[in-house]
């Protein structure tokens, strides 16, 4: 099996970007503005992206307050389907890891998601220190 891994620094307490990857309104800011999620465990949430043509849909796993989220996901939007964001406090900033595990190959659909996650956990840091992230349909450079 294959894991997408991104680890990066975020100049904002873990509490806000707790809150940008669990809630809807935070979600809408730097993944995609078509986000509907309730931050409970056991809780489904839905991502549409380019118009629903790619739809992604979750259960929420586990939710450790400024810590760790995970999600599971619940339709064939992607082979693989673990989701989790790692938080931990250093300093004034938060490190993130984010892990989306158990993709059967690394061919093309694995790295089409590498980027894409790539690009998106960048949006969520540029969303938390700068205000502005860039949430699909926003994100036109991935097309």
């Given amino acids: 099996m294959h ?12 509490e806000r970007v707790f809150e940008a990857i669990t809630t809807a309104e935070g979600l809408r800011q730097w993944w995609t503005r078509d986000a509907a999620i309730e931050p409970e465990v056991s809780a489904a949430g839905e991502f ?12 929420v796993e ?4 400024a ?5 599971k996901v619940a339709n064939a939007a992607w082979p693989a389907s673990d989701i989790e964001f790692t938080l931990r406090a250093e300093g004034g900033d938060t490190i993130l890891v984010f892990a989306h595990r158990g993709f059967p190959r690394a061919d093309e659909a694995f790295a089409s998601a590498t ?10 840091k540029r969303y938390l220190q ?12 991935l097309g």
């Avoid at 700068?130 to 450079?141: E, H, I, R, V």
């Fill in 130 to 141: 700068t205000g502005k992230g860039s949430p699909n349909p926003d994100d036109g450079d």
């Fill in 62 to 65: 586990a939710l450790e307050p």
């Fill in 48 to 59: 549409g992206f380019y118009g629903k043509r790619f739809v992604v849909k979750i259960i």
């Fill in 67 to 71: 810590t760790r989220a995970r999600w």
């Fill in 115 to 124: 980027m894409r996650w790539g690009f998106y956990v960048l949006s969520l």
């Fill in 3 to 14: 894991d997408i891994m991104h680890l990066l620094r975020i100049h904002a307490s873990p």
